[in-house]
Every structure is written in structure tokens, then in C-alpha cells.
């Protein structure tokens, strides 16, 4: 298999299997969890089943960055601003994908814990759920340099390339809105939906393409 194939392959599917996942998945399973208490609460309800979809999400979130980082490093060059533009893009969702690992992994330290020590759980999702504003931040600012670059060397669809750029724009802006909780709240599933359609698009087109 070839680094374009499972870029490709991997673009498509991951974003699809972890919406499928987290989305549906974790909502069977953990249900709704505004605080760290009860998301600890809905892990340790159901332990071999959140096991499984902690095991899932932390494998597929962080297959997709790292996919985006060997898209963006098979065009690293420091001599053309397509390279330069690719080599930082990399570097950032290389980055993202060992915080993701991290932030994931943390779950089964709360799995593995007993039911005596929820207040030491609940701190750790506390601050395992703090890393994801950052993790969003430079995933927007990741799609705009990748996707710029992806535009400069005209090699994959304009569309494709375009979706990125868009994508991280609307992730980017939604930082903005701190004060604003329910239009953050609101907003926030339209990029996060939007980055979800550009990494399957992305995908499919890096498939297509010649290199």
C-alpha cells in the first residue's frame, strides 16, 4: 500500500467511522455529559462498552491527523512556498495528532480506576476536556496552511483544497465568540460538520490524483 492510497482511504473513512462512534456511539452508551461528573459517571456505568468506544475514538480522531500530516510532509519542500507552506502544516497535525493521543488515551485511566476515586476521574476528564479548544484552534489553522498549499500547486481539486481553506476559516472564527455560550454552542456544529465533509472530500480527491 502506498502513502497516497492510505492517506486517501484513511481521509474518507475515519472522519465517517468517528462520527458514527462519538457521535451515535458515545451517545448510546455514555449519553449526554455537560460535566466532567457525568461523563465519569456514564464511563464507569458501562465499562466494557465505553472501553470500546474510548479504544475506537482514540484510534480513529488521531488517524486523521496523521493522514493530514503525511498528505502535507509527502509535499514538504523548503524551496518552493507550496514545501514550506506543507513542511509547517505537517508539523502542525503531527502535533495534534499526540495531544489527540493523549487526550483520548486519558479515558482508560478512568476506566481503569475504581468507583472510589471519581473525584481524581473526574479531574482528569476535566482536564482532558480543556485540551480540545487548542486541538480545534490549530486543526483551523492546520486546514488553511494545508489547504493553501493544496491551492498554490494545483495538483488536487480546487475543491478540495477550497473546502480546507473553509472549513478552518469557520473553525478559526468560532474562537471568537467566547461570551457568546449558546452561539458558540450552535455555531460550533457548523464547522466542526464542515471539516468532517472537507477531510472525506480531501480524501477522495487525493485518490484521484496524480500525485
Same mark, same amino acid.
Given at each position: 500500500?502506498?502513502?497516497?492510497?492510505?492517506?486517501?482511504?484513511?481521509?474518507?473513512?475515519?472522519?465517517?467511522?468517528?462520527?458514527?462512534?462519538?457521535?451515535?456511539?458515545?451517545?448510546?452508551?455514555?449519553?449526554?455529559?455537560?460535566?466532567?461528573?457525568?461523563?465519569?459517571?456514564?464511563?464507569?456505568?458501562?465499562?466494557?462498552?465505553?472501553?470500546?468506544?474510548?479504544?475506537?475514538?482514540?484510534?480513529?480522531?488521531?488517524?486523521?491527523?496523521?493522514?493530514?500530516?503525511?498528505?502535507?510532509?509527502?509535499?514538504?519542500?523548503?524551496?518552493?512556498?507550496?514545501? @514550506?507552506?506543507? $513542511?509547517?502544516?505537517? /508539523?502542525?497535525?503531527? #502535533?495534534?495528532?499526540? *495531544? +489527540?493521543?493523549?487526550?483520548? %488515551?486519558?479515558?482508560?485511566?478512568?476506566?481503569?480506576?475504581?468507583?472510589?476515586?471519581?473525584?481524581?476521574?473526574?479531574?482528569?476528564?476535566?482536564?482532558?476536556?480543556?485540551?480540545?479548544?487548542?486541538?480545534?484552534?490549530?486543526?483551523?489553522?492546520?486546514?488553511?496552511?494545508?489547504?493553501?498549499?493544496?491551492?498554490?500547486?494545483?495538483?488536487?481539486? @480546487?475543491?478540495? $483544497?477550497?473546502?480546507? /481553506?473553509?472549513?478552518? #476559516?469557520?473553525?478559526? *472564527? +468560532?474562537?471568537?465568540?467566547? %461570551?457568546?455560550?449558546?452561539?458558540?454552542?450552535?455555531?460550533?456544529?457548523?464547522?466542526?460538520?464542515?471539516?468532517?465533509?472537507?477531510?472525506?472530500?480531501?480524501?477522495?480527491?487525493?485518490?484521484?490524483?496524480?500525485?
Amino acid at each position: 500500500m502506498t502513502s497516497k492510497t492510505f492517506t486517501g482511504w484513511t481521509l474518507i473513512a475515519a472522519p465517517i467511522m468517528f462520527f458514527l462512534v462519538f457521535f451515535i456511539g458515545w451517545s448510546l452508551v455514555i449519553g449526554d455529559a455537560p460535566t466532567a461528573a457525568d461523563e465519569v459517571t456514564g464511563l464507569l456505568e458501562k465499562p466494557f462498552l465505553s472501553g470500546i468506544i474510548v479504544m475506537m475514538a482514540s484510534i480513529l480522531l488521531p488517524a486523521t491527523f496523521v493522514s493530514y500530516s503525511l498528505l502535507a510532509w509527502s509535499r514538504a519542500d523548503g524551496s518552493t512556498t507550496v514545501g @514550506t507552506l506543507s $513542511s509547517i502544516a505537517s /508539523i502542525v497535525f503531527i #502535533a495534534i495528532a499526540a *495531544i +489527540v493521543m493523549v487526550a483520548s %488515551g486519558s479515558s482508560f485511566s478512568v476506566l481503569g480506576g475504581s468507583s472510589e476515586n471519581t473525584k481524581e476521574a473526574e479531574w482528569i476528564v476535566a482536564v482532558t476536556n480543556g485540551f480540545y479548544p487548542a486541538i480545534f484552534w490549530f486543526w483551523g489553522l492546520g486546514n488553511i496552511i494545508l489547504g493553501t498549499a493544496l491551492l498554490i500547486e494545483k495538483k488536487i481539486n @480546487t475543491i478540495a $483544497s477550497g473546502l480546507l /481553506i473553509l472549513s478552518g #476559516a469557520l473553525m478559526t *472564527i +468560532v474562537h471568537f465568540l467566547f %461570551g457568546f455560550d449558546e452561539l458558540q454552542e450552535i455555531f460550533f456544529m457548523v464547522p466542526f460538520g464542515a471539516v468532517q465533509i472537507a477531510t472525506v472530500v480531501l480524501g477522495i480527491f487525493t485518490l484521484r490524483s496524480d500525485s
